[in-house]
């Protein structure tokens, strides 16, 4: 069975530049989410979807972060423009509910170099 | 507000040592769950445990163990005989039911290396 699926594996760009990455999670898995990792540090939650529904998007920065899941499947994180500081690893995961004692599985993430 | 602190930035260790990982954490809600994920080199986490907050038996599995301690709100991870394979990030993670549903606090990582 295939996991999450992130693309691109690495990007980098200029400042001010608009950026998108993109994740496929797991067939069947209605929950999904954006983490940020930056560099040293644990991941934090960007923003968690069930379905199509954003539930969880107290921690997205609204000013120059979007995304969107249509059809409840693939899922889109954009910046624009982007910072020096947004340089990160974008981790995309997914889980079959939304209890906390769901296992999520996690896609091998995007790393972004913003130059 | 929910806290995870791994105070082990990096361990190294000679392959075939014991090695403790530790884990505190902090939550207001009654009712939570800790886990334990490993970052490999190749980016992606891999669940390794989980625990409920009501479960507080000890847990082995293979070469890896499991202590949770509740009063001292601690969850470390043991890996006996460590081996050249298990250098990566492990990552403590906690996620509580009233307070952020699946949402994972996670630790700041701990970066191990076994040497051969």
């Known amino acids: 069975e295939a996991g999450v699926v992130q693309s691109p594996r690495y990007k980098i760009i200029e400042k001010k530049q608009p950026v998108a990455f993109w994740c496929n999670p797991i067939s069947g898995h209605n929950t999904l989410y954006w983490y940020r990792q930056n560099l040293g540090q644990g991941p934090e939650l960007l923003i968690r979807y069930e379905n199509e529904e954003a539930v969880d998007d107290s921690q997205l920065p609204k000013d120059r972060f979007s995304a969107e899941r249509l059809k409840g499947v693939d899922s889109t994180l954009k910046i624009q423009p982007a910072e020096l500081g947004d340089s990160a690893v974008y981790l995309c995961?997914?889980?079959?509910?939304?209890?906390?004692?769901?296992?999520?599985?996690f896609g091998q993430g995007t790393r972004l170099t913003v130059v | 507000a929910q806290k995870v602190t791994q105070a082990q930035t990096e361990i190294s260790v000679v392959e075939k040592e014991d090695v403790t990982l530790d884990c505190v954490y902090e939550?207001?809600?009654?009712?939570?769950?800790l886990f334990w994920y490993k970052q490999p080199p190749s980016g992606e986490l891999v669940f390794l445990i989980r625990r409920n907050s009501f479960d507080e038996q000890n847990e082995i599995s293979g070469r890896y163990s499991w202590n949770f301690q509740k009063s001292t709100s601690s969850f470390n991870f043991t890996i006996t005989a460590s081996q050249v394979v298990d250098s990566a990030v492990y990552f403590c993670?906690?996620?509580?039911?009233?307070?952020?549903?699946?949402?994972?606090?996670f630790g700041e990582g701990t970066q191990l290396t076994v040497n051969p």
């Open positions: 993670a906690l996620s509580a039911w009233e307070t952020s549903g699946s949402r994972l606090t």
């Open positions: 995961a997914s889980s079959l509910g939304t209890d906390p004692d769901t296992e999520a599985f």
């Open positions: 939550t207001r809600d009654t009712t939570y769950y």
